[in-house]
């Protein structure tokens, strides 16, 4: 098969996908019930959509497109009103954050469709412990090229999303001492990683055709990338971000990923190199084991600093191109985080107070489906 | 000095409390055969060897109502009631009214079918309500173990016990209710026929609410402690289980409501282990067996065609209410089978109210009261097949193979 031409879109356009966990009221544990969830959903109108995830405890919503950070957090509000609607009818609490802090990936069940059932069996328990949490977050490109151009320049930075979006401190029980823990069991993928290092969209037909030749994809979807091309949509796709405990930092991320790409189209227009990547996992790990605190190398003047001082650098030099999105509300939002911490940092300072997992559990889902 | 000093007389007379312990090994030894090798759920056999081994079988085991073997199914099935109580969310009820509704219709639908089946067999109208009260309830006991033993979480699951902790706290005052309408048929004054059911839900409910924050406040002190706090709150439960019926109020209603006003009040969730550790595991184990010798068949034999169409009319009248409901309600057709056939057991609270009121009214025990106690017997024994199924069936029970 060979790769879907890149659809043009409308450039620095923005969508959002959120993954998000479905728990039991009584103990907060995840509770196999997207299937009713998504039955309830569906009999109002919504904005977006709503669909199945791998597990029957997870549900994905969509944004539709969006030029700017307003409509789409107004999107995501109307999206999150749906499915708390949903979720209070159906005595199931809904929760941001990137893992269940003490779920067993064993009682997972698979979501019934072929796809979750091909990948069950490809992937044995690591389809389970695929039960995570993640944003994505889609930006409109004219062309392939342009596409690619940005993917590589906006990889320098995934530290950013992956520190300010952080919010998964506990897997099986236990504090990690990683600021997101979900980026880790995406690790163990085989696809999972950076594209390759291919600047012009025929180089990239190219290498798609091998892979698919040594059989081991089909399609852009069985790669596990950072960010990835998404050519039927005509976006990329940056892929690293944990689900934030609330739409609004979802909406604020999306919002300065926007301004980030605008900022790298219209005025950086330096070239991607690949020596780029040479600081990349290392960077990348620093972000998710400290997160805003984690070392930020640079990868052209071997600068170091923490993720913290290299994205307040950096919403300074954005600050011209978020107004011009109207995305000023969406940095100030940045910037408090900065200041407060990111989901990560209010799971601990919460679990501190509450001694138990499940109190924790408790309120990030009260945080999430807002106070009704 | 002879034989029979140091050695035991021939043949050995064996104190009934032998075969009772027998009865405890053998039973969980069955159970834990029945669940690896047939997959049915332990309780089934806890059942059987009491109704083998008790009065209507082998008759090993003394006759049920020692006031030992009330304590011990009193005290169980407090634990039992207080643990459902605390699993269920009445604030559900308001965000999704249907279930309300759900609820209401089928208790109500059951009442009126069970009325009417028996008006139909010419048993008078009082009579008839006392019975068809007792049939609304489905059996916490069954439920809360079999939930738990199968460690089903889902719709289904949520809304079986809610609909069970709300049709027993309905059939245990529309069985008062319907016991003073039998008191006043006998005679006393309009005012002893209104205030006994007034006096036996305020009652229960203050000393409800105050188990409940006497538990909350021990709670918050011992929670830490799962043991320590497994045996006080066993004490309490005791004690409220006593108090209720020094007050001759009902401990069904007292131990359920403290469950759910402790839930209600709570801000936090909280999860126990199951039946507050192994003292209240070994309570029920035993309640279960102590059901099993108090099974009578007797009544099956002089009105198979009733016991047959009650428990036919019964199980009906629930499925079916749930089904006309379920769309409304948000959940789906299978579901909705499911939870119609998982409401269906009868077990401990219908066992009590029934000898209960064998107790006050002896005609009531040697008639209607025995076809009752067959059909319970029945539903005791499906029951648990029953709801074990429905929850695998709509798919709530962990799946086996990863």
Redesign the interface.
Known sequence: MSLMPFAPSRPLSVGVELELQLL??????L???A??ML??IAKFPHAGDVKPEMTRSMIEINTSVQQEYGALVDELRSLRKGVSDAG????VAVAGGGTHPFQHW??Q?IFDAPRFHYLSELY??LA?QFTIFGQHVHIGCTGPDEALHLMHMLSRYIPHFIALSASSPFVQGHDTGFSSARLNSVFSFPLSGRAPFVLRWDGFEKFFGKMTATGVVESMKDFYWDIRPKPEFGTIEVRVCDTPLTVEIAAAIAGYIQAMARYIMVEQRTAPEEDDYLVYTFNRFQACRFGLEGVFIDPRTHEQRSVREDIADMLTRIADHASELRAEEAMERIREILAAGNGTSWLRQTYAR?H?L??VM?LQAELWMGSN | MTWSTYLPLWPLSVSPALWLALTLVVGVLVGEALMRYLRLPRIVSYIVIGLLLGPGGMALIPQFPATEWRLVVDLALGILLFELGNKVNLRWLKANPWIAGTSLLEATATFFVVYGLLLWFDIAGITAAVVAAIAMATSPAIVVRTVTESRAQGQVTDRLMLMTALNCIYAVIFHKLSVAFMHGETGTSFIHTVLPPLYLIGGSAALAWLFGITFERIHHHLGQHEETFSFVLLGMIAFATIMASTLKLSPVLVLLAAGLITRYRRQRSRTFPPHFGSAGAVLVVLMFIANGLAADLSGLWHSSLLVLLLIIARALAKLLSVLILAHYSGIGLRQAVALGVALVPMSSVALLLTLDTSAVFPAFGSGPGLVLMSCIVILELAGPILVQAALRAAGETPETKI
């Open positions: 039991s009221c009584n103990d907060y544990n509770v196999s019930s299937p009713d039955r309830r209070h009818f159906l005595n064993s009682e069940k044995g328990y389970k509450e138990n499940g109190d408790q």
